[in-house]
């Protein structure tokens, strides 16, 4: 079963805007991690955020995280067109690292 | 260096037939895990080693699913007399260790017909 779900499923921006997707999860975490996947590719993995932090910054990435809330948010920013893929958040919940993912946003960047 | 590599990247089985499918992940990569992603859904996590032990294998769905990893270093996934429901893609991971992230391989595309 998934634990957290991103929020929107789907998200079409023009190449230089903003993209923000949500993910919201269940239980208590050990860590948030977000990874990114091509259309019939592997998964890569993006940025890792450990609960007792707030906010972590990647390049054009950043992340921020409300354990009270249980949510977390992936800001890309100057979306490119080579950002276009699924963006899955995955919680680590203590338990030998073994990944929990949501059911992904596809995020499509058009010239 | 080279990243973990799956093999083969697809395979059509018939229903019925057993498989196998192949994980090497990088080397010296303590940690191996094995995960289903079916079409249009997050991957769901099926089993976990540590070395050649396997902690966890409390996703695999039924007991026609067996997954190894005898040395500690490449792993192979056993589907035995395979049924349509086990069609997906098969994605394999490793880690440097617990706590680190992981590095997955482009996955095994399974077709059972």
């Known amino acids: 079963s998934q634990q957290g779900e991103e929020d929107p499923q789907a998200l079409s921006i023009q190449e230089g805007e903003n993209a923000t997707m949500n993910c919201s999860y269940k239980?208590?975490?050990?860590?948030l991690q977000w990874y990114r996947q091509n259309s019939g590719r592997g998964l890569v993995h993006l940025i890792l955020?450990?609960?007792?932090?707030r906010e972590k910054h990647s390049g054009r990435l950043r992340v921020t995280l409300d354990t009270s809330k249980k949510s977390s948010s992936l800001l890309i920013t100057a979306s490119r067109a080579a950002d276009t893929a699924s963006y899955f958040c995955a919680t680590d919940l203590g338990g030998g690292n073994k990944l929990t993912f949501g059911t992904g946003t596809q995020l499509k960047v058009e010239l | 260096g080279a990243g973990v590599s799956q093999s083969p990247r697809y395979k059509v089985a018939k229903r019925g037939q057993d498989v196998a499918l192949r994980c090497d992940p990088i080397?010296?990569?303590?940690?191996l895990f094995w995960y289903q992603q079916a079409l249009g859904q997050g991957p769901e996590f099926l089993t976990y080693?540590?070395?050649?032990?396997?902690?966890?294998k409390s996703g695999l769905p039924s007991d026609r699913f067996f997954a190894e990893r005898p040395e500690g270093s490449v792993s192979t996934l056993k589907i035995q007399r395979t049924q349509q429901e086990d069609s997906a893609v098969y994605l394999c991971a490793s880690s440097l260790d617990t706590l680190y992230e992981q590095y997955f391989g482009p996955g095994t595309r399974l077709t059972v017909t």
């Open positions: 239980t208590s975490i050990n860590n």
């Open positions: 080693f540590q070395n050649e032990a396997q902690l966890d």
């Open positions: 080397s010296g990569h303590v940690s």
């Open positions: 955020i450990r609960s007792n932090e």
